[in-house]
């Protein structure tokens, strides 16, 4: 099999280039660093075109996965680099020996099927992928059922989100959205909307998350729009015992996400 030896490779550059939002936006696409995490894309059905392979650096635990995979496979395109080409494609030089590029997929609010009494997270204008990724990880930990990035100031996909995530960004719908749009859906589909605020008026363990629930956090340097000061809105708020006036985004969620499942187990 031929091997792709040079960064000026068509396909290579244009891999490269899906580490900045701007290359992203404009090809529509990401690319996903981690056997764990592509393993996952994949068994998640993830619109994934290409995947760039050094097979001798695939060990451990994935390895069968990836020998079955790059044995036979009709849907995606394999190609073969050097480590010095994976070195660049791959993040912050996290060579494992694959490193895959997917389509964004094409999902609206509108497209959304939810389950009964549904459990939705709302996170506006957040602007670390990290934060997104470990909102995600724990949504997947408690059985969520929809991320909806309100105002997004970070793409979902980025490849920080996606490793943050571990891979479980593919296991549930994740849809960008306006404020507007998101408060919308929630109040058209008669969920009870809890936003987490600083000075929010109730505790957070008072709340019934039992039936269809939508939990709304800020972003970490603002907290939430005024667009969410509205009639049916209920301000929660965590406990703060120290000097510190809140937690973290992706800490809160967590907290917030685990009190719902001990109320519905």
């Given at each position: 099999?031929?091997?792709i030896r040079?960064?000026q490779?068509?396909?290579?550059?244009?891999?490269?280039?899906?580490r900045?939002?701007?290359?992203?936006?404009?090809?529509?696409?990401?690319?996903?660093?981690?056997?764990?995490?592509?393993?996952?894309?994949?068994?998640?059905g993830?619109?994934?075109?290409t995947m760039?392979?050094?097979?001798e650096?695939?060990s451990?635990?994935?390895?069968?996965?990836?020998?079955?995979?790059?044995a036979?496979?009709?849907?995606?395109s394999?190609?073969?680099v050097?480590?010095?080409v994976m070195?660049?494609?791959?993040?912050g030089?996290?060579?494992?020996?694959?490193?895959a590029?997917?389509?964004?997929?094409?999902?609206?609010?509108s497209d959304i099927v939810?389950?009964?009494?549904p459990?939705?997270?709302?996170i506006?204008?957040?602007e670390?992928?990290?934060?997104?990724?470990a909102?995600?990880?724990t949504?997947d930990?408690v059985?969520a059922?929809l991320?909806?990035?309100?105002?997004?100031?970070t793409d979902?996909?980025?490849?920080?989100?996606?490793?943050?995530s571990?891979?479980?960004?593919?296991?549930m719908?994740v849809?960008?959205?306006?404020?507007?749009?998101?408060?919308a859906?929630?109040?058209n589909?008669?969920?009870?909307?809890?936003?987490?605020?600083?000075?929010?008026?109730?505790?957070?363990t008072t709340v019934?998350?039992k039936?269809?629930?939508?939990?709304?956090?800020?972003?970490?340097a603002?907290?939430?729009?005024?667009?969410?000061?509205?009639?049916?809105?209920?301000?929660i708020?965590?406990?703060?015992?120290g000097?510190?006036?809140?937690?973290?985004?992706s800490?809160?969620?967590a907290?917030?996400?685990?009190?719902?499942?001990?109320q519905?187990r």
């Open positions: 099999m031929e091997i040079s960064l490779n068509a396909q290579i550059k244009s891999a490269i280039k899906l900045d939002r701007r290359g992203r936006m404009q090809q529509q696409r990401t690319v996903i660093d981690g056997l764990r995490e592509i393993r996952r894309a994949l068994q998640a993830f619109p994934i075109e760039f392979v050094l097979p650096a695939i451990g635990p994935e390895t069968a996965f990836f020998e079955e995979i790059l036979d496979t009709d849907d995606i394999i190609l073969h050097t480590h010095e070195e660049k494609l791959a993040f030089q996290r060579v494992e020996g694959a490193v590029v997917a389509k964004f997929p094409e999902k609206k609010l939810l389950p009964e009494c459990l939705v997270v709302v506006e204008q957040v670390k992928p990290g934060n997104v990724g909102i995600l990880r949504m930990a059985g059922d991320l909806i990035s309100a105002d997004g100031r979902l996909f980025n490849p920080n989100a996606i490793r943050a571990l891979g479980t960004i593919f296991s719908p849809v960008d959205a306006t404020s507007e749009e998101t408060i859906f929630l109040q589909n008669q969920f009870q909307i809890y936003a987490a605020r600083v000075d929010g008026s109730v505790p957070y019934d998350m039936p269809a629930t939508a939990l709304v956090l800020g972003s970490e603002h907290g939430l729009s005024d667009k969410w000061h509205q009639a049916g809105i209920v301000n708020h965590l406990p703060m015992q000097i510190a006036d809140s937690l973290n985004v800490t809160t969620a907290v917030l996400l685990y009190e719902s499942l001990r519905r």
